[in-house]
């Protein structure tokens, strides 16, 4: 069985090794710092580790899709903001 | 010693469900993905475009006018189904032979499948033959869903309503039973109006179950496809061309696999965003 079908192409390839590395390195830390550090944050949200991944995620993916229609390509600008973003979920959501 | 080992093997049970998610849904999603980025002519050719159907999807007016409709669709069958739905579940006998009654004829819709839903509402009303249009038309009324982009909204909203108003019926049904006598008993001492007993008591009891609703009916009625395009087939014109109608249109219909992947990953994003909105703002103030 090939994997043709599915039209891999490295650039998607990197994308999903990077969420993957994300989960395995949620996993490495909670494995460390069992209970996922649960708190409530700026936005008065009761969130765990899992939870600043997921709205960082979900956030960077609008960041970058807003970028591309309002500015256009390329994404540096978006990727940059995204993971400026990312990181102030993680320290204050 | 009653105290249970604070590590398990109980995920090794959670197996057998990842892979058939993996399967099912995140080997699909991840084919999506490559799409999207992809263009081809068939034959598992592809030619790499980068974020170019992402671009192209996101400044058309053809979307943005499908996700308006589509916005404006859930928008509408929300405002109208909850209040309905909990009304009627209020209406309800709570008890005795009647119970049985109205329960199973809120099931009913709920048992007939989307298609025949669909045609059913089609025949029902046609302007000349369906007993609805018909009957519309001899009241003076001039009704064509045919032809009428207003009357085919009208037609598409009243179906939706009597397809799955009961769903939140009995959800909300579910909620007020759960509610012991004793908050009744303890509010009748009090003198409570019947308003009172429905603001401070009933609908925060019923607050998880409408969580449930509402969660539901938004990613149904968001990706709804079979009852819209059995009944107008998006039209008339691109009137009721919903998100779901437009995408199978560039996917089957054009087979523009690439940007129809893009538009795909675009409506995940949004399902996923606004219920996950929906879900912590709705379950936050119960925690607080």
């Known amino acids: ?36 550090s649960p708190r409530r944050g700026i936005l008065a949200l009761d969130t765990t580790r899992g939870d600043r991944l997921f709205i960082s995620l979900l956030g960077s993916a609008f960041i970058n899709l807003g970028w591309l229609g309002i500015a256009g390509p390329p994404l540096w600008g978006a990727i940059i903001l995204s993971l400026i973003y990312a990181f102030c979920v993680f320290r204050w959501v | 010693m009653n105290e249970k080992a604070p590590y398990q093997k ?20 991840m084919t999506v993905v490559n799409y999207s980025v992809q263009e081809t002519f068939g034959n598992n050719i592809f030619f790499f475009e ?3 159907w992402f671009q192209a999807v996101l400044t058309s ?18 405002a109208i189904e909850l209040p309905l739905g909990v009304a009627i579940a209020l209406a309800m006998p709570r008890k005795g032979p009647w119970l049985s ?64 108003t009961s769903l939140v019926v009995l959800l909300a049904f579910a909620g007020l ?29 019923m607050r998880r179950v409408l969580t449930i609703a509402v969660l539901l009916r ?53 399902v996923l965003l606004v219920s996950w909105v929906f879900y912590t703002v709705m379950t936050r103030k119960e925690e607080a």
């Open chain 2, 61 to 78: 007016d053809r979307f943005h006018a499908a996700l308006g409709r589509q916005l404006a669709f859930t928008a509408t069958i929300l």
């Open chain 2, 218 to 270: 938004f990613m149904d009625s968001f990706m709804i496809y079979t009852e819209p395009f059995v009944l107008t087939g998006g039209g008339p014109g691109n009137a009721t061309t919903l998100l779901s109608i437009d995408l199978v249109k560039v996917a089957l219909g054009q087979f523009d696999l690439g940007p129809a992947a893009a538009m795909s990953i675009i409506y995940f994003l949004i």
């Open chain 2, 10 to 29: 109980g995920w090794i049970f959670v197996i057998p469900v990842v892979a058939l998610v993996a399967f099912n849904a995140v080997i699909p999603l």
């Open chain 2, 50 to 52: 980068g974020i170019k």
């Open chain 1, 1 to 36: 069985m090939t994997l043709t079908w599915m039209a891999w192409t490295w650039q998607t390839a990197a994308f999903f090794c990077f969420i993957a590395a994300c989960l395995v390195g949620m996993v490495i830390w909670e494995w460390r710092v069992p209970g996922g």
């Open chain 2, 101 to 164: 009654v109205c329960l199973v004829l809120m099931a009913l819709p709920l048992l007939i499948p989307w298609n025949v839903v669909g045609a059913m509402w089609n025949i029902f009303a046609l302007p000349d033959i369906g007993l609805l249009g018909k009957t519309l038309n001899n009241l003076s009324i001039n009704y064509n869903y045919t032809q009428q982009p207003a009357a085919a909204w009208v037609t598409l909203i009243a179906m939706d309503v009597w397809h799955w």
């Open chain 2, 177 to 205: 039973s759960s509610i012991p006598d004793a908050y009744y008993q303890a509010a009748k001492i009090d003198g409570a109006s019947p308003y009172a007993v429905f603001r401070y008591i009933q609908l925060p009891k």
